[in-house]
Nanobody
Framework: QVQLVESGGGLVQPGGSLRLSCAAS????????MGWYRQSPGKQRELVAA???????KYVDSVKGRFTISRDNAKNTMYLQMNSLKPEDTAVYYC???????????WGQGTQVTVSS
């Protein structure tokens, strides 16, 4: 069964840190480009960070210098280290896997991140 499971969300104060994880099963993880998206109420889902099969990364401007995306192919897991969190980072964060050849996509169920004092 193809599945992506996010974990690590929660409530954190402004300036704090969280580390999100996305565990994949049922896919050949190393041939999927991976990404973190987020969606807050009333807004469209946006790409936050992405990492290719070779490890190249890109970030939305609003998180550059604060968030770091990484992947461990041996563990079939992707991570998002989020530092210096701001209230505007509050959203549901989703994990996405994009097959490099077919571009078939898989989505996780999402994990809530709330930044508030």
């Amino acid at each position: 069964q193809v599945q992506l499971v996010e974990s690590g969300g929660g409530l954190v104060q402004p300036g704090g840190s969280l580390r999100l994880s996305c565990a994949a099963s049922g896919i050949i993880f190393r041939i999927y480009a991976m990404g973190w998206y987020r969606q807050s109420p009333g807004k469209q889902r946006e790409l936050v960070a992405a990492i290719t099969t070779s490890g190249s990364t890109k970030y939305v401007d609003s998180v550059k210098g604060r968030f770091t995306i990484s992947r461990d192919n041996a563990k079939n897991t992707m991570y998002l280290q989020m530092n210096s969190l701001k209230p505007e980072d509050t959203a549901v964060y989703y994990c996405n896997a994009d097959h490099v050849f077919s571009h078939d996509e898989v989505w996780g169920q999402g994990t809530q991140v709330t930044v508030s004092s």
